[in-house]
């Protein structure tokens, strides 16, 4: 089928895929209410020489070590997020179990620098502010100890936010609309594929189920290997496009249209070559590939079908 007949589908069974985009966006809604909300808490370090340096050639040096030693950054970042800093943490915070449930810590070093970034992550954005200085404090104390020329430098205090960075209603929402609507898309032309009959499924893309001749789409296909197969061998090809003009019963409410068309392309099968090629263009056109003949042949080909059908009798219920 071509694109226009896939958009009257979906026309046709308009209601199908607003039910269904109704009923999953209405589901993604309830199921992103119901989550619990996660609020973030960050603070920032900074790792650098330590302050009791004040000999500038040491200083110098440590700056050159630091700049080379990325194990050195890591290590401060995985103490940050062991559980040797998190169970202290809990102890000095004075946070019940209840609080401390559902929490999460986050230690990681900014790509290309000294930068260290501490988050915390949880369902009460009081509690995980202060599990994250918490967190802050026990994580400098214990560095301190690891290496006597770097320390870690706090540049920002644990943040406070009050809108969750989980879940995103406008993202789910519009992840539930995107599948809303593949799934109606999937329902209608899986019910329209099955309604029709089983002869008609087997060459649904080839065969126009109206009229009984080839589709659109088989002679799009068809017209490429030909127009290949005329180059390479040098012959001719030619193609016309035949429209039945008696739009008045054609486009009437009372069936004539569906009647006629069927019959108009009866009347044409019967008088072209066995080589030649008849296909459903649109509402009210055939096209007609026309092999090895020459352009004054086809037109003379055509001419005399026109004539001819133009002189037949349609009988219509």
Not at 12 to 20: F, P, T, Y
Not at 126 to 134: D, G, K, P
């Amino acid at each position: 089928m071509d694109v226009k007949s896939y958009i009257q589908i979906i026309i046709k069974n308009w209601r199908v895929l607003l039910v269904s985009v109704a009923v999953t966006v209405a589901a993604t809604l309830i199921f992103t209410l119901r989550q619990p909300r996660v609020y973030e808490s960050e603070t920032t370090f900074v790792i650098r020489p330590h302050s009791s340096l004040i000999v500038q050639d040491d200083f110098v040096r440590t700056l050159e070590t630091l700049s080379r030693r990325v194990e050195i950054n890591s290590t401060f970042a995985e103490v940050a997020g062991s559980k040797l800093i998190k169970d202290q943490a809990t102890e000095k915070s004075g946070l019940d179990s209840g609080q401390l449930r559902g929490l999460s810590v986050d230690g990681r070093v900014l790509a290309g620098t000294n930068i260290l970034k501490l988050t915390v992550k949880g369902n009460d954005p009081l509690v995980a502010q202060a599990f994250a200085e918490a967190i802050s404090q026990e994580t400098v104390a214990y560095v301190s100890s690891l290496y006597d020329v770097f320390e870690l430098g706090q540049l920002d205090g644990a943040s406070l936010s009050n809108r969750p960075i989980s879940p995103n209603v406008l993202v789910n929402l519009a992840m539930g609309l995107v599948l809303g609507i593949g799934l109606g898309l999937a329902i209608i032309y899986i019910s329209e594929y099955w309604r029709a009959p089983g002869g008609q499924r087997r060459h649904y893309d080839i065969i126009d189920p109206d009229t009984g001749v080839y589709s659109r789409a088989y002679l799009e296909m068809r017209l490429r290997q030909e127009v290949s197969r005329a180059r390479r061998n040098g012959g001719h090809l030619s193609v016309s496009l035949i429209r039945v003009k008696d739009r008045a019963a054609l486009n009437s409410n009372s069936g004539a249209g569906r009647e006629a068309m069927p019959s108009v392309a009866a009347l044409f099968s019967a008088l072209l070559r066995d080589e030649d090629l008849m296909a459903r263009f649109d509402d009210t056109t055939f096209a007609l590939m026309l092999p090895d003949l020459s352009g004054q042949e086809a037109k003379s080909a055509v001419e005399e079908l026109r004539l001819r059908l133009g002189s037949a009798t349609v009988s219509l219920d």
